[in-house]
Nanobody
Framework: QVQLVESGGGLVQAGGSLRLSCAAS????????MGWFRQNPGKEREFVTS???????YYGDSVKGRFTISRDNAKNTVYLQMNSLKPEDTAVYYC????????????????????WGQGTQVTVSS
């Protein structure tokens, strides 16, 4: 079992930056593909970005060039650096994880991930 705890959300003005963190329990963090999704009330959970255990990264079209995912395996933590934030980035951001043996390459698909955090709210004011 893996537990994920997100932090770093908050209120920021448009054009500003935030860095989200996701701390994971467990000893095999380095074997996990990690992802970030976001969701607003009444809408589908949207893929933001992911990073595989080998370091490959993927981004949703709406965040390319603005967001950066990274991981620190020594700290069991994945980060989401968000720059040039827009009001439409407002959402609850969720961290997700799936082990390498379960990963089928569908990095943007919600069902690909076994474990989820509880989410952290990001609000971007105009």
């Amino acid at each position: 079992q893996v537990q994920l705890v997100e932090s770093g959300g908050g209120l920021v003005q448009a054009g500003g930056s935030l860095r989200l963190s996701c701390a994971a329990s467990g000893r095999t963090f380095s074997d996990y593909t990690m992802g970030w999704f976001r969701q607003n009330p009444g809408k589908e959970r949207e893929f933001v970005t992911s990073i595989t255990w080998s370091g490959s990264t993927y981004y949703g079209d709406s965040v390319k060039g603005r967001f950066t995912i990274s991981r620190d395996n020594a700290k069991n933590t994945v980060y989401l650096q968000m720059n040039s934030l827009k009001p439409e980035d407002t959402a609850v951001y969720y961290c997700a994880a799936t082990p390498s043996w379960n990963y089928r390459g569908r990095y943007c698909i919600r069902d690909e991930y076994c474990y989820w955090g509880q989410g952290t709210q990001v609000t971007v004011s105009s």
